[in-house]
């Protein structure tokens, strides 16, 4: 069983940056997918970001740019390095990880809230 917390959620000015961290237990973070989703008040979910084993990162063209994806094999952590966010990109954000595209097991943080707000 794969245990995903996030943390860094809060609130930010427009322009400013944030980083999030989802700490991974029961397996190891470069072993899988890992991936950041958004879900912002009345909107479905969204992939924000993804980096497969490590090594490629995929990102929604909204956040090309501003946002870096990466993990840590010594802290068996994986990040999400947000800058000059904006007010769209208020939501709450998810940490994800699966073994495959095609895996019938997902595993889902519990979330964390970012408000960017003047």
């Known amino acids: 069983q794969v245990h995903l917390v996030e943390s860094g959620g809060g609130l930010v000015q427009p322009g400013g940056s944030l980083r999030l961290s989802c700490a991974v237990s029961?397996?190891?973070?470069?072993?899988?997918?890992m991936a950041w989703y958004r879900q912002a008040p009345g909107k479905s979910r969204e992939l924000v970001a993804d980096i497969i084993n490590g090594g490629h990162a995929n990102y929604r063209d909204a956040v090309k740019g501003r946002f870096t994806i990466s993990t840590d094999n010594a802290t068996n952590t994986v990040f999400l390095h947000m800058n000059k966010l904006q007010p769209e990109d208020t939501a709450v954000y998810l940490c994800?990880?699966?073994?495959?595209?095609?895996?019938?097991?997902?595993?889902w943080g519990q979330g964390t809230l970012i408000t960017v707000s003047s």
């Open positions: 994800n990880a699966k073994r495959s595209y095609f895996s019938a097991n997902n595993y």
């Open positions: 029961g397996s190891r973070v470069n072993d899988h997918i």
